[in-house]
């Protein structure tokens, strides 16, 4: 019997995530007993510990059987519907205070399930001092410190995904590595609108499971916190980003952009001195974010803005980020190629007449290859593939919040591929996607 009741009260503090829920339960237990004071030297011990998560089961119907896409994957040779669990995440955090009330220490470990498998998205540990309550040293697996549309959660995020040029640039957001940030943590400091990040990491992120050079990506932001402007109500936010980082060339053979034949096209560059030394990837962006009030109850008007442009080093046939060393199958490593890119993302998002009711718009592109365009991509000689390609892409969608638990959300795609002379873009690819999901949220 008393093994049981020790059993509920254990699965009670670990479970809630309510901590005056748990306060609630510790003022009913008798601390002059031996399980009283057992209990009271565990609640102290684990009343920090956070459970959240949520799971996105989705229905997708796309425009052709065997579509490629950024929402959520490229479906199967035969299939143009389907249904996916496109998240299920699971995050425990542990936070720590001092007798002042300022964070000490937090750790976060957050998975993700699905039908392809489980992953481990957030594994971080974070310090934060204490005495004058500016800094913070985190190390280990977490979301790179770029743009604002990367750090955004996929549970709070009003589209089904992120836009094509997030998901090329920054693949799974995340990226093993260490970072200091400033951000006053004190009520009344003069700087407590500022927030500054600058790290190192590895550079693959989640697609590889291990560094395969020495060379590391050095990432920052500055950005400015929600700020309230007086009377109007208004709320401004954005940043600055840069990412300063590279691979290291296997090969002697990297391909720049230049002129052939009198047309835009890659020149190889096959100079034995090429091998070891550092192709680049560097990417600069700008962020704004602007909230307006439509009244108490109804909600807001939301414009968010972001872009970014830089060198983007990867192979023929793909502008993302290697993984792992390319190789062919030839078992030779594969040529690099160094492309000059843009892109950006606008969202408009409003609430219609309560917090309940939501459309959003949002227009992207990316342009992986800004020295050509349209029919100057698949002349003879140019050395120019699918992955020079330029994407638009036109998504607008309604979200209905049920409650503070479940979310409903209807979206469709329009993609846009520019024409060109390459076999299978040489008009519009059949690959908008419609999305219907649900999101549980605890």
């Known amino acids: ?49 956070r459970f959240s998560g949520y799971i996105q089961p ?12 950024y929402a959520g994957g490229d479906f199967g040779a035969a299939v143009n519907n389907r249904f996916t ?13 001092n007798k002042e009330g300022m964070p000490v220490v937090q750790f976060a470990f957050q998975f993700d399930g699905t039908e392809r498998g489980v992953f481990i998205r957030d594994f971080y540990g974070r310090f934060l001092e ?8 985190a190390g280990g697996m977490f979301a790179r410190p770029f743009g604002y549309e990367v750090n955004l959660s996929s549970a709070d995020r009003e589209t089904p995904e992120r836009g094509r040029m997030s998901q090329i640039l920054m693949k799974t957001e995340r990226d ?19 927030k500054i990040d600058i790290g190192a990491f590895n550079g693959q992120g989640l697609t590889s499971t291990t560094d395969f050079d020495s060379h590391k990506d ?40 230049g002129t052939v034949n009198g047309h835009p096209g890659f020149i190889t560059d096959s100079s034995l001195s090429n091998a070891g030394k550092i192709a680049p990837r560097h990417y600069y962006g700008a962020d704004f974010q602007l909230k307006i009030p439509n009244g108490k109850g109804r909600g807001y008007t939301q414009f968010r803005a972001e872009y970014i442009r830089g060198e983007q080093t990867a192979t023929a046939a793909t502008s993302e980020t290697p993984g792992i060393i390319p190789v062919g199958s030839d078992g030779k ?24 009711h939501q ?14 365009k349209g029919m100057e991509i698949g002349a003879p000689g140019e050395g120019l593939t699918p992955a020079d390609v330029r994407f638009n892409t036109l998504g607008f969608g309604y979200l209905y919040y049920a409650n503070e638990h479940l979310k409903f959300t209807l979206y469709y795609d329009m993609v846009k591929n520019e024409s060109t002379r390459l076999s299978g873009y040489t008009d519009d690819l059949k690959d908008d996607i419609f999305t219907a999901r649900m999101q549980y949220r605890f």
């Not at 699965?11 to 003022?27: E, R, Y």
């Not at 204490?130 to 040293?137: E, M, R, V, Y």
């Not at 402007?229 to 090969?251: A, C, D, E, N």
């Not at 459309?359 to 050509?372: E, F, G, I, T």
């Open 85 to 97: 669990l496109r998240r299920g995440r699971i995050r425990v955090d542990y936070e720590r205070y």
């Open 176 to 194: 093993l590595g260490a970072m200091i940030s400033f951000e006053p943590r004190r009520p009344d400091h003069p700087l407590r609108f500022l």
């Open 1 to 49: 019997m008393r093994a049981a009741k020790v059993l509920v009260i254990i699965s009670f503090i670990v479970f809630s995530s309510v901590s005056a829920s748990a306060q609630f339960l510790m003022d009913m237990i008798d601390t002059t007993t031996e399980l009283g004071k057992g209990m009271i030297s565990m609640y102290e011990k684990y009343d920090a510990l």
């Open 333 to 356: 490593y594969l040529p690099l190629y160094v492309r000059p890119f843009d892109g950006a993302y606008l969202y408009f998002i409003q609430h219609l007449g309560s917090d309940k």
């Open 58 to 69: 989705q229905w997708q119907l796309a425009g052709s059987k065997g579509a490629s896409s």
């Open 130 to 137: 204490t005495k004058f309550n500016l800094f913070s040293l």
């Open 218 to 257: 050095i990432i920052g932001r500055a950005g400015i916190k929600p700020q309230k402007l007086k009377r109007s109500g208004i709320i401004l936010s954005g940043g600055v980003s840069v990412l300063y980082g590279g691979m290291q060339q296997f090969t002697n053979y990297v391909n720049r952009m």
């Open 359 to 372: 459309v959003v718009v949002r227009y992207d592109w990316y342009d992986p290859n800004k020295k050509v």
